[in-house]
């Protein structure tokens, strides 16, 4: 063919000007060199592209030729690549150490043609697929265009056609693409398409605002689904699963930004940003992770290892990140972390110190210093009971009750004084006072106040059960508050009592009082333990 033979003379000069070359060596080290002409190597390219190359009938035809055959196999058709290859070298090699004449005759138009090509090629993907394959044909157009520069055109021209492809495959149709509806970003998000969103993500990074326009969406989309969990609190009313939906919100998102976003540092902070938008939305979002953590630290969690309970913690110190109002966590986590050690319903002490570790961390020794107090009274106060218990042992008379005491530092616990002097009963009043006179023997200067809202009893109780006339006692245990135990105790006295006349008898604030009765005569039949008139 014509263009076989252009080639093949193509080659032909070029090994005729080697043997020109050859012939000439000592003209162009010394004549050449010294008058500073052209030597006859590059005298001989010069003429070749402007006799032939560059005649009105080749250079035309050479361009367009050269085109066709790459339109020709983007087509999927097989073209002589060794020839196209070949012509490129020549373009190059007459340029004389430069790349003017392989640009004028080839690139240019090439890089022209190529981007109506690819302009025209976006517009039938779009049309015809959705988000996820648009961007994996993109990327094989990528890599087909980055084969072919590599292969049998100059490899300098990798980077101007990876740049075409680019602009019209990507940047001109970013967000389009990104907001396609049921294939878009926010379809991958929502049907947890990790791969597709890191493909999109692989491929949008080579563009300028690339990673911005995905970004974008998913902020909205994440905004959304927070709004939505906020929103529907209110109706849910259970803090527990509002914190563990929101908990599990996150790690979807840290699971799309470790398996699809590669961990880029602009998502990171975008998800965090919109998670703590959304959190501090809800004001009782510090009372509620408090609530939470308080149900995972408990006695009874069913289900729950050490192992779970630190992924857990781990998790909701993240929320915590992101609440504004601190403190108001801080005075709800010191009331629940109280009420779970005075009542013995920690899961572990391992557990709360780790926690309360991790709010150190995160806001320093101020934050947590009434908190560790607070373990410090209780660990102190185990130590006194046990050296009370020892050295009153053999003390007459001998105590009828087995009394424990928790000695607390006003400063460090979040509970109210109680300011009504109750009456205790003769047993815990003589019992008390004993500790009172041990305690400030080895502590005097200090001063002891009985906070009876917060102890607890364990009293022993004889109910009788009537079936076909006969009467049979039976022995139960029953543990109640300090309170429910003072007005219990009364009716060892007598067979009812007026409200009156327990208020009066026991001294016990009325508002605590008709709590005390409430739970004590009303509720579940089975669980009544007084009878209320009427």
């Known amino acids: 063919s014509k263009w076989y033979q252009r080639r093949v003379r193509g080659q032909d000069h070029k090994v005729s ?87 004028e005759n080839f690139e240019q138009p090439f890089l022209e ?50 740049n075409v492809v680019e602009r019209e495959l990507i940047s001109v149709h970013m967000k389009t693409i990104v907001e396609m509806e049921n294939s878009g970003v926010v379809y991958m998000l929502k049907n947890d398409k990790q791969d597709d969103l890191k ?41 527990v699963s509002y914190v563990q939906s929101l908990l599990d919100l996150k790690a979807r998102f840290d699971l799309f930004l470790k398996n699809s976003f590669g961990n880029d540092h602009m998502f990171k902070q975008a998800i965090c940003s919109e998670f703590e ?7 009782k979002s510090a009372e509620y992770l408090s609530l939470f953590i308080d149900d995972k630290l408990k006695k009874g969690t069913k289900g729950l290892s050490e192992q779970d309970i630190e992924r857990v913690l781990d ?55 009434k ?74 200067g200090r001063q002891l106040n009985l906070q009876p809202q917060l102890g607890q009893a364990d009293i022993n109780a004889i109910f009788y059960h009537k079936k076909d006339d006969v009467v049979t006692p039976k022995r139960h245990i029953l543990q109640v508050s300090t309170y429910q135990m003072c007005i219990l105790m009364l009716f060892n006295r007598q067979q009812s009592f007026t409200y009156e006349d327990i208020l009066t008898e026991s001294s016990i604030p009325e508002k605590e009082l008709k709590r005390a009765l409430l739970s004590l005569a009303v509720g579940r039949i089975q669980q009544r333990v007084l009878q209320k008139k009427p």
């Open 17 to 103: 000007m080697q043997v020109i070359k050859d012939v000439f060596m000592y003209m162009d080290r010394v004549y050449v060199k010294n008058n500073k002409v052209d030597e006859v190597q590059d005298l001989g390219l010069k003429l070749f592209k402007e006799l032939v190359v560059n005649h009105t009938a080749i250079k035309s035809h050479l361009t367009s030729t050269l085109l066709d055959m790459v339109s020709k196999e983007r087509r999927g058709e097989v073209v002589d690549r060794g020839s196209v290859k070949a012509t490129c070298e020549m373009l190059m090699s007459l340029g004389i150490k430069t790349r003017t004449v392989y640009e």
């Open 113 to 162: 043609v190529s981007g109506e090509f690819f302009k025209m090629e976006s517009q039938q993907f779009l049309r015809e697929n959705s988000a996820s394959v648009y961007v994996k044909k993109v990327e094989g157009r990528m890599k087909e265009e980055a084969e072919r520069a590599k292969h049998y055109l100059d490899p300098s021209s990798e980077g101007p056609i990876t």
């Open 199 to 239: 493909c999109m993500y692989s491929l949008f990074q080579r563009v300028e605002n690339g990673l911005n326009c995905i970004c974008e969406s998913m902020k909205g989309y994440i905004r959304e689904c927070g709004k939505t969990l906020v929103d529907s609190e209110s109706d849910v009313n259970n803090t």
């Open 277 to 283: 938008h959304f959190l501090n939305l809800n004001p």
């Open 315 to 369: 998790q909701s110190i993240v929320l915590f990140k992101f609440l504004v109002d601190k403190d108001i966590f801080e005075r709800y986590y010191k009331q629940h972390l109280a009420k779970r050690l005075l009542n013995n319903r920690s899961v572990s002490d391992d557990a709360e110190k780790n926690m309360i570790s991790k709010l150190k961390t995160e806001c320093g020794c101020q934050f947590t210093c």
């Open 371 to 444: 908190l560790e107090g607070m373990f410090k009274d209780m660990n102190i106060s185990n130590t006194v009971n046990d050296k009370f218990k020892e050295q009153t042992r053999d003390v007459v008379p001998v105590l009828s009750l087995d009394l424990s005491v928790r000695v607390l530092t006003t400063g460090y616990w979040p509970t109210p004084q109680c300011k009504t002097a109750s009456k205790l009963p003769k047993e815990a009043e003589m019992a008390f006072e004993r500790f009172k006179t041990f305690y400030l023997k080895d502590h005097s």
